[in-house]
């Protein structure tokens, strides 16, 4: 489902982010990757959705070779990809509601299905009651609810999280990845970026470790393996 074979990332100024990345991600796989800070985690998860071109190697997600997509075709290849950041990046003049059905009105999905979806998928984060809310009327845990509501709004094969629970204290987090553990349930493979030792050695998944560029470990129910 996700492929990547010899994947290499020179930024324009000349700083090599990869230098030689192979992987293999099956449908419904839930993977971290863990590093030290400027390891090319980000690189490596912003190139499943064209946020970053490779300078070389091959990049598969289902069907669809992401390096040859042309710009036109880009947002198809993300409705296939959720993704959910650090600091939320909520529409802060919507409702949690509007947020949330911004993603399918985009793709001009009816009214009606809208509305299911939206109430569907704030009852699986536990948001229905604050509908209605401001992004800055919430918590952060809830605000981080509301963009992985709108992450899996619009059914994705993969959700991608880059330092999801960043901001948030440890309780929060914890109820965090039971979320996106309960995704995961559904058959949605996940790749979340994380600097969080707690997270990794409490919730056991597959672990990815990238150091200077390269995949350094790649272990099944792994561990942080780092001190912090
Ligand atoms: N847009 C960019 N232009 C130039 N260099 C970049 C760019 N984005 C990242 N880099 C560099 O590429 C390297 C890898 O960065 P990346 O953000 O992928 O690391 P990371 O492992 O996600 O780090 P962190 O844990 O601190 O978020 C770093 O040296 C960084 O400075």
């Known amino acids: 489902m996700i492929l990547m074979k010899d994947v290499h990332k020179t930024y324009a100024n000349g700083v090599v982010a990869l230098s030689g990345i192979n992987v293999d991600i099956k449908q419904g796989e839930f993977v971290y990757i863990v590093g030290p800070s400027g390891a090319g985690k980000s690189t490596f998860i912003r190139l499943m959705f064209r946020e970053v ?96 509501a709108r992450a899996i709004v619009n059914h994705p094969k993969i959700v991608i999280a880059d330092e999801p629970t960043g901001n948030l204290d440890p309780e929060t987090s914890r109820e965090i990845m039971k979320i996106f553990e309960e995704i995961n349930d559904r058959g949605t493979t996940i790749l979340m970026a994380t600097h969080s030792k707690e997270i990794v050695n409490t919730f056991r998944k597959r672990v990815i470790a990238i150091e200077d560029g390269l995949i350094v470990r790649d272990e099944h129910r792994g561990d942080y393996g780092y001190e912090s």
């Open 53 to 148: 071109k490779p300078s070389n190697g091959t990049i598969r997600i289902n069907d669809i070779n992401v390096n040859d997509l042309k710009e036109r075709k880009v947002p198809y290849l993300r409705r296939n990809i959720g993704v959910v950041y650090q600091d939320f990046k909520l529409l802060p003049k919507l409702s949690v509601y509007e947020n949330v059905a911004f993603a399918l009105e985009v793709i001009e999905e009816s009214p009606a299905v809208i509305r299911k979806r939206v109430m569907e998928v704030l009852d699986l984060v536990g948001l229905k009651n604050k509908a209605r809310f401001l992004p800055d009327e919430l918590s952060g845990g809830e605000q981080q609810r509301v963009s992985i």
